[in-house]
């Protein structure tokens, strides 16, 4: 079975600075995806960035990048030059690689306050 | 396109009551999901369908808990009878088959159920 561990339930930064939140994974699987995804206040789920397994590369989306360490199965999630826009609950996603396995597990969550 | 539309957007019902979430995927997604988010237990695959078809319903509590899709456009939740101990945010999402997508699931804004 998958799991996904964010170990930090909590989290706040100062406006302009970086933060970086940690997620570690469970599997025995090859083949997979890892994702980051927000929960801002209006409670919609939003896809922050996605890293494919077998990418060497790591992902990055203009202020957003991961740290993505496949034999540690870490997937951390760097955010620089903090917004208030940024303040949300960010979850760590796992999916197998696998046809008819579309489903995400997701960790417990952190929660993110910027700071002005 | 719209996005993922569930509705209601809160519910509040008294115990015993049965309760009815709706959800319309985006239009040509061949996967939806339904999840449950409390404080207690994060973020729950409750069933997945692909095609119409439901794959997955070992995430489903309990016999009170059902879910259909009659059709691509539509899903419905249903509890009957509902518990205090239901009330959480409910989550529909949906999804292209992979290799259309990213892999990616496009969630709804959630239906926040509160069992009196």
């Known amino acids: 079975a998958q799991t996904v561990t964010q170990s930090q339930p909590e989290m706040s930064v100062q406006e302009a600075e970086t933060v970086t939140l940690s997620c570690t994974y469970d599997t025995s699987e090859n083949n997979y995806y890892l994702f980051w995804y927000k929960q801002p206040p209006s409670r919609q789920m939003i896809l922050v960035i996605r890293?494919?397994?077998?990418?060497?590369q790591n992902a990055t989306e203009n202020r957003f990048s991961v740290n993505f360490q496949k034999a540690a199965k870490s997937f951390s999630l760097k955010i620089s030059d903090s917004q208030l826009g940024d303040t949300a609950m960010y979850f760590c996603a796992f999916m197998n690689d696998q046809t008819g396995a579309n489903n995400l597990f997701f960790g417990t969550g952190t929660r993110l306050t910027v700071i002005p | 396109d719209a996005g993922v539309i569930q509705s209601p957007r809160h519910e509040v019902t008294e115990m015993g009551q049965e309760v009815t979430l709706r959800c319309k995927p985006i239009s040509g997604h061949d996967y939806l999901f339904w999840y449950r988010q409390t404080m207690m237990r994060g973020l729950e695959l409750l069933i997945y369908?692909?095609?119409?078809?439901?794959?997955?319903d070992s995430g489903m509590p309990e016999d009170r808990f059902s879910a259909k899709m009659p059709n691509a456009s539509f899903s419905n939740l249903k509890i009957q009878p509902s518990e205090p101990r239901d009330s959480a945010v409910y989550f529909c999402?949906?999804?292209?088959?992979?290799?259309?997508?990213?892999?990616?699931?496009?969630f709804g804004e959630g239906s926040r159920l509160t069992v009196l």
């Open positions: 999402a949906s999804s292209p088959l992979r290799g259309r997508g990213t892999g990616e699931l496009f």
């Open positions: 369908f692909n095609n119409n078809v439901p794959i997955d």
């Open positions: 890293q494919e397994a077998y990418k060497q």
